[in-house]
């Protein structure tokens, strides 16, 4: 069973950066897509960015230009570095293979990122 740990959140102001990172426990990350999603208070989670095994990248159009995912398979770490904070981008952040739900590993216990001034 693949563990997953994100960490790296915390309280930051409006136009801040934060990182982010997701360990795992085995090397899985070269393997597979692996994704970040996140959760504000009352909504569904939604996607982030993700960054498939071929290296290639993807952003949710309100994060684009503002956060990087990026990989270290040699860790089995995942990051996202997050700039240009928001209080929208407010939420408990984690990390998840890229696949059906059916599909995806067990959900870790997220890391909390609050944008206020």
């Known amino acids: 069973q693949v563990q997953l740990v994100e960490s790296g959140g915390g309280l930051v102001q409006p136009g801040g950066s934060l990182r982010l990172s997701c360990a795992a426990s085995g090397s899985i990350f070269s393997i597979n897509a692996v994704g970040w999603y996140r959760q504000a208070p009352g909504k569904q989670r939604e996607f982030v960015a993700l960054?498939?095994?071929?290296?290639?990248?993807t952003y949710a159009d309100s994060v684009k230009g503002r956060f990087a995912i990026s990989r270290d398979n040699a860790k089995n770490t995942v990051y996202l570095q997050m700039n240009s904070l928001k209080p929208e981008d407010t939420a408990v952040y984690y990390c998840?293979?890229?696949?059906?739900?059916?599909?995806?590993?067990?959900w870790g216990q997220g890391t909390q990122v609050t944008v206020s001034s």
């Open positions: 960054f498939t095994s071929g290296g290639m990248t």
């Open positions: 998840n293979k890229v696949a059906p739900t059916a599909f995806q590993w067990s």
